[in-house]
């Protein structure tokens, strides 16, 4: 790539957009109306239906060019003893500038729109414990009954018959069932894949991720299959304009449990019980060891066999995997980094607080 002036002012502009999202972060309801409800969904189908009938990932591949690029960069870098090194840091800085600007119209914005709460009419509050109780309960009765009804004895556990098309396949249908009742969840236009580096995501400890540039889900294929269903209808979220990880696992949830396939709502009320039994632990040891007490034991060897699957592909790295990861989601107005996962419990009560209302 040779020297010229418009690296100098690509790369300009990369400090200035720095300061536009942060101007953004302060105006949720400008966002939600002109970009999230406005231009996105249109931006989003658009890339849907360009590559959503490709076969392979696209975006798994650019992401792998883009790897190449970056080793490449740093090792003339070195070999070249520096040599134009502030011309090869500008023209670093144009090209990191042009991702960033991708990165943000294409779908990053949608961290900066109203929360997903205040558009649902849930009231936004601290739970109490008895309320948290009484939500876990509840998911624990539909978890238990959602198992027998597939297995017809309590100690197995269950074992899904589909391939991961199916469960894509399936997974429209419960957003169209879903889009009845809230309209703004309505997905069209599939492009859910396979990742290329479901190994590589297993190592760093991930279930699947959308990529941003391609408007492609990726969902990791290694995954056990009780938690197929929940991770791609948490991708299919991301897709739809939900770019905080609590409100993606909310609408997956939901997307999930409104399916007719009793795989995806066995899939729902899993899903909804490790999280909010996890923040059981966090506030009550005592009540949580009674909790799983009543839970199935079939369920129990299913999370038993997560815990060693995730387990097996323990390593040195993913810790700073999951800090980089961390860092990324707390810039971009995610507080709570990593733990943002976890405050799907907030609008789990809130929802069953209001279908009781």
């Given at each position: 790539?040779?020297?010229?002036?418009?690296?100098?002012?690509?790369?300009?502009?990369?400090?200035?957009?720095?300061?536009?999202?942060?101007?953004?972060?302060?105006?949720?309801?400008?966002?939600?109306?002109?970009?999230?409800?406005?231009?996105?969904?249109?931006?989003?189908?658009?890339?849907?239906?360009?590559?959503?009938?490709?076969?392979?990932?696209?975006?798994?591949?650019?992401?792998?060019?883009?790897?190449?690029?970056?080793?490449?960069?740093?090792?003339?870098?070195?070999?070249?003893?520096?040599?134009?090194?502030?011309?090869?840091?500008?023209?670093a800085t144009a090209f990191a500038s042009t991702i960033y600007?991708?990165?943000?119209?294409?779908?990053?914005?949608?961290?900066?729109?109203?929360?997903?709460?205040?558009?649902?009419?849930?009231?936004?509050?601290?739970?109490?414990?008895?309320?948290?109780?009484?939500?876990?309960?509840?998911?624990?009765?539909?978890?238990?009954?959602?198992?027998?009804?597939?297995?017809?004895?309590?100690?197995?556990?269950?074992?899904?018959?589909?391939?991961?098309?199916?469960?894509?396949?399936?997974?429209?249908?419960?957003?169209?069932?879903?889009?009845?009742?809230?309209?703004?969840?309505?997905?069209?236009?599939?492009?859910?894949?396979?990742?290329?580096?479901?190994?590589?995501?297993?190592?760093?400890?991930?279930?699947?991720?959308?990529?941003?540039?391609?408007?492609?889900?990726?969902?990791?294929?290694?995954?056990?299959?009780?938690?197929?269903?929940?991770?791609?209808?948490?991708?299919?979220?991301?897709?739809?304009?939900?770019?905080?990880?609590?409100?993606?696992?909310?609408?997956?949830?939901?997307?999930?449990?409104?399916?007719?396939?009793?795989?995806?709502?066995?899939?729902?009320?899993?899903?909804?019980?490790?999280?909010?039994?996890?923040?059981?632990?966090?506030?009550?040891?005592?009540?949580?060891?009674?909790?799983?007490?009543?839970?199935?034991?079939?369920?129990?060897?299913?999370?038993?066999?997560?815990?060693?699957?995730?387990?097996?592909?323990?390593?040195?790295?993913?810790?700073?995997?999951?800090?980089?990861?961390?860092?990324?989601?707390?810039?971009?107005?995610?507080?709570?980094?990593?733990?943002?996962?976890?405050?799907?419990?907030?609008?789990?009560?809130?929802?069953?607080?209001?279908?009781?209302?």
């Open positions: 790539m040779k020297w010229n002036k418009t690296h100098i002012v690509v790369a300009a502009f990369l400090p200035v957009q720095m300061i536009l999202m942060r101007l953004a972060e302060n105006h949720p309801n400008v966002i939600e109306v002109y970009y999230s409800i406005g231009i996105y969904p249109y931006i989003s189908s658009f890339f849907r239906i360009l590559l959503g009938w490709i076969p392979f990932s696209i975006g798994d591949m650019l992401l792998s060019i883009l790897l190449f690029i970056i080793i490449r960069f740093l090792f003339l870098l070195i070999k070249n003893k520096f040599k134009d090194f502030i011309k090869k840091i500008i023209k600007f991708c990165f943000y119209l294409f779908w990053g914005l949608n961290y900066y729109r109203e929360p997903l709460a205040k558009s649902l009419g849930f009231e936004q509050r601290k739970h109490s414990n008895t309320e948290l109780e009484n939500v876990t309960n509840y998911i624990i009765e539909n978890l238990n009954r959602t198992h027998l009804k597939i297995t017809n004895n309590d100690s197995i556990k269950v074992n899904s018959p589909y391939s991961s098309k199916d469960f894509y396949k399936l997974a429209i249908d419960g957003y169209n069932n879903l889009a009845i009742k809230y309209p703004q969840f309505n997905y069209k236009q599939s492009s859910i894949k396979n990742s290329l580096m479901s190994e590589l995501q297993s190592y760093n400890g991930t279930s699947g991720y959308i990529n941003p540039l391609t408007g492609e889900a990726h969902v990791n294929k290694l995954v056990p299959k009780t938690s197929y269903p929940t991770t791609t209808c948490h991708e299919m979220a991301h897709q739809i304009g939900y770019a905080a990880e609590n409100e993606a696992n909310f609408i997956g949830f939901l997307a999930a449990n409104y399916n007719n396939d009793l795989y995806f709502k066995y899939a729902s009320y899993r899903m909804a019980f490790g999280y909010c039994i996890a923040e059981v632990r966090k506030r009550d040891p005592k009540l949580y060891q009674s909790l799983w007490k009543k839970v199935n034991k079939g369920i129990i060897q299913d999370f038993n066999d997560s815990y060693e699957f995730w387990n097996s592909y323990k390593n040195i790295f993913e810790p700073l995997v999951k800090k980089g990861y961390n860092t990324y989601l707390k810039a971009n107005k995610q507080s709570k980094g990593t733990d943002s996962y976890n405050y799907v419990v907030d609008l789990l009560i809130s929802y069953y607080r209001k279908q009781v209302n």
